[in-house]
């Protein structure tokens, strides 16, 4: 059994995880034994739905122009007739309120743009991730982030927002960061509504995973000791 396969599936017992982790690896060049990916979807974090389900494969910038927000958190520059695409979107947002513009240039970008993006479930993870992406139930995340405070792995970020691919860039320079989710990755990956992301770098996730064996014991340890006081103190 491969390391990644083995760490996905401690994640996902000690997490109890319905949809698997994706590995997420930034290339400076086309990798040669994984499958491009061929056809259309409408945004970056589509490929996080079809990568939980399963498939294993590569894009390259032209895969994502059909998001403008995507392409803005991975600088990936739009062709010259798609160019207002981005200011035609941040317009629609601005319009009902939903950024602010001085909001833009909060929101973290790749440090360069990437000739190719893996995209594959971490247990089948053809190649080093560079970040990994967890979609989790509230609990699982905080028990992702305690572990990742232990390894000393955890971004001083606080908990992320609009838009969600801004935690692939943010997790890459920062450490682990956990984001709320935005209405179009909901829409465009279809997570449950109450799941929110954790984003944990890959060269971090072997000493996150250490970690979260002894945060869930003491997790254990410590509800029971809750439990047994609320059982006895609490009267009202």
């Known amino acids: 059994m491969s390391q990644w396969k083995e760490l ?11 949809r698997r982790p994706v590995s997420v690896t930034i290339l400076d060049s086309e990798p040669a034994d994984i499958p491009k990916f061929a056809g259309t979807e409408p945004s970056g974090c589509s490929f996080w739905r079809l990568a939980a389900d399963g498939k294993s494969f590569y894009t390259v910038p032209s895969d994502h122009f059909n998001c403008p927000v ?13 160019k207002n695409e981005l200011n035609e979107t941040l317009s629609l947002m601005f319009s009902v309120e939903y950024l602010q513009p001085e909001d833009v240039a909060k929101v973290p970008q790749l440090p360069k743009t990437p000739t190719a993006v893996v995209y594959a479930p971490l247990g089948d993870s ?3 991730p560079s970040v990994v992406l967890f979609s989790c139930r509230p609990r699982a995340a905080m028990l992702l982030q305690e572990a990742a405070s232990r390894a000393n792995a955890a971004s001083p970020l606080p908990i992320l927002g ?7 860039p943010a997790a890459m320079s920062m450490g682990t960061t956990a984001s709320l989710g935005c209405i179009g990755n909901r829409v465009y990956t279809g997570i449950e509504e109450d799941d929110l992301y954790v984003a944990v770098p890959g060269n971090q996730l072997a000493a996150v995973d250490q970690a979260l064996a002894t945060i869930v014991a003491a997790n254990s340890a410590i509800e029971n000791y809750a439990r047994s006081r609320r059982a006895v103190l609490s009267t009202a």
């Open 162 to 168: 609009r838009p969600t691919c801004m935690a692939i």
């Open 126 to 128: 053809p190649i080093d």
């Open 70 to 82: 995507g392409s803005y958190t991975h600088r990936i520059d739009l062709p010259e007739q798609r």
């Open 8 to 18: 996905e599936q401690r994640f996902t017992e000690r997490l109890s995880l319905k």
